[in-house]
């Protein structure tokens, strides 16, 4: 069982290949807490975090420091620290940092249901 409290830097990393540049971290584990997980990461430009999409989940992004792009089906729109962005289920969506933008935001995966939930956890 993970500790109840920990500072970030203590948070588990994990690996997704979806860009260069880019770490993950997991905030609260898949699985761990219902059908809720969450997870911090952070980028430096020049990147893109691939297209990609959710059928299973919806999610949202907070962003806690820095600038960049964030894509959203069809639009794609400059944010910086304290943006939210939400995300449907089903929508393509991803990252963009130009050279020397840094950015750090925590994601929220909302699950539809149990399926969904185990559907990512046969990925990990």
Not at 44 to 66: C, N, R, S
Request: proline share 4%.
């Amino acid at each position: 069982m993970q500790k109840p409290v920990l500072h970030v830097d203590e948070l588990e990393y994990y690996e997704q290949d979806s860009g260069e540049n880019i770490t993950y971290q997991f905030v609260v584990k898949p699985g761990s807490m219902g059908l809720l997980s969450s997870g911090r990461v952070r980028l430096k430009g020049p990147t893109t975090k691939a297209l990609d999409v959710h059928e299973g989940w919806d999610q949202a992004y907070y962003v806690i420091k820095g600038s960049g792009k964030i894509v959203v089906g069809e639009e794609t729109f400059p944010v910086q620290a304290g943006y939210v962005a939400r995300v449907p289920a089903g929508t393509n969506h991803g990252v963009i940092l130009e050279e020397g933008e840094e950015m750090e935001y925590i994601y929220f995966n909302a699950f539809k249901s149990k399926e969904a939930l185990a559907g990512l956890l046969a990925t990990l």
